[in-house]
DNA sequence: TCTGGGGTCCTAGGACCC
DNA sequence: TCTGGGGTCCTAGGACCC
C-alpha cells in the first residue's frame, strides 16, 4: 500500500444546507425559493434563505422580519436520515476510511487510492457528481492535509464547491480568515478576541501563546495556534469517555404550578429512560437542566452508587433535585425543564438492565436511590408512596 | 436574533482518601 | 498534634457544535 504522507488526503464532505435541500429535492415547486425547515425555531435554511440573513436556530418573529416570504416546512426526519443512508453509502464505496461526523458530514482519508482512483481532487470531484446524480443533494467538498484545514477549506468552498489547499499554500490560505470560521471558535470566543482588535488567524498567529492564552484559556490558545501553524489536532480523550442521554421541553412564558411542572418532569423522564433502555445503556448520574424567563440556565445533578436505568430510580433522583430547586424557580419563572442521564455506560449493562422488570432487585435499586437522596435532602426530599406507585408503571 | 433539542468537552472548587 | 502532596470523585457552570 503506498500512502502519501502530508499531501492533501483528507476530505471533508458536507452537505449543503441539509434538510432544505432535501425538501427542495422532493418538491420541486420549493426550487429556488428561501426554504425554511422547522417549527418553532429554524432547523435549516436554504440559500435563498440565508441570502436574507436567515440562520439556524433563529425564532419565528425574527424569520418573518428578515424573510417574510419564506417557505416554512414542517421536518420529515425519516427523509434525511434515508438521504444521509445514501450519501454514507457513497463515502463508505470511495474509501474505507471515513470518519462519520453527523448526519450530513464526514471525513474521508483517500490517501492511499491515489493508484487506484486518482488524486484526491478527482475523487472529491467524483463524489460531488455521485451524490448530486443517486441522491440528488449538493455536496461541498474540502481538501487539505489534516481534518481541520479540509474542514475549513469546505466553509470557505460553499455552498456546492470544492477547495483544495496544497501544503505549500496553507498559511497564505489560512492568515486572511476570520477566526470564527473555524471549529471551535464560537460567538463568545471571536467576540473576546475582537475586542483585543484580533479578527483574523494571521492576528492570532502573531501573538504569544502565553497572550493569547489569557484572552481565550489555554486550551483554545494552543489549538489556534495548532491550526494557524497547519499542525492537525489529535483526537482527545481516549480511554472512556463520559455520555450522556437527555431530554427537554421548552415551557414558554406561561406560570405552571408544581403539579404542571410534575407532569412534565415525568414525561421528559419516562421518554429518557426509554431511550436509555433502548440503547441498552445505564447511567448513574441525573442531571436537571432549568432554564429562567431571563434566559439564565442551572443544573442540579446528583450521582447514584450505582448505575441504572428504572425510570422510578430516576425520576425519584429528578423529583428530590426539583424540590431542592424550588425557591429558585419560585423566583424567576421556569421557561424549559430538561433531563440527562449521564455517565452512561453500554454492554456491561445486560445485568442491570433486567432488574426494572423483575421485583426484588428493583427494590433495591430504589431503595439505594431513596437512601442517597435522603441524605442529601433530607427525609421530606422522597415520599414512599410516590415510589410504590410508579415501580408498576 | 429574544431563542429548540440533542449532544460534547473543559474548568474549578470542595470533599475525601492515602 | 499539626501538617504536605497527590489523586479521584462530585457538582456546577460555560462554551461550543449540528
Known sequence: LEVWVGESN??????????????????????GRPVVVGGGVVLAASYEAKAFGVRAAMGAAALRRLCPH???VPPRFAAYTAASRAVFEIFA???????????????????????????????????????????????????????????????????????????????????????????????????RLAARGITTLGDAAALPVEVLAAMVGAPTARRLRAVAEGREIGRTGGGPRRRSIGSQNALGRRPRDAAQIDAILLAVVDRVMHRVREARCVGRTVVLRLRFDDYAAVTRSHSLPMATAHTATVLAVARALLAAARPIIEQRGLTLLGLALADVDGDTAVQLVLPWAAGAETDGLVQDASDAVRARFGSDALRPATLLGHRRG
Do not use: C, M
Open 10 to 31: 483528507i476530505l471533508h464532505a458536507d452537505l449543503d444546507a441539509f434538510y432544505a435541500s432535501v425538501e427542495q429535492r422532493d418538491e420541486p415547486r420549493l426550487r
Open 70 to 72: 419564506a417557505v416554512v
Open 93 to 191: 464505496d470511495t474509501t474505507p476510511l471515513v470518519e462519520n461526523v453527523s448526519i450530513d458530514e464526514a471525513f474521508l482519508d483517500v490517501g492511499g487510492l491515489r493508484r487506484l482512483a486518482g488524486r484526491p481532487e478527482a475523487i472529491g470531484a467524483r463524489l460531488r457528481a455521485r451524490v448530486r446524480q443517486e441522491v440528488g443533494l449538493p455536496i461541498t467538498v474540502g481538501i487539505a492535509r489534516t481534518r481541520f484545514l479540509a474542514k475549513v477549506a469546505g466553509r470557505v468552498a460553499k455552498p456546492d464547491g470544492l477547495l483544495l489547499v496544497a501544503p505549500d499554500r496553507e498559511r497564505e490560505f489560512l492568515e486572511p480568515l476570520p477566526v470564527a470560521l473555524l471549529w471551535g471558535i464560537g460567538e463568545a470566543t471571536a467576540s
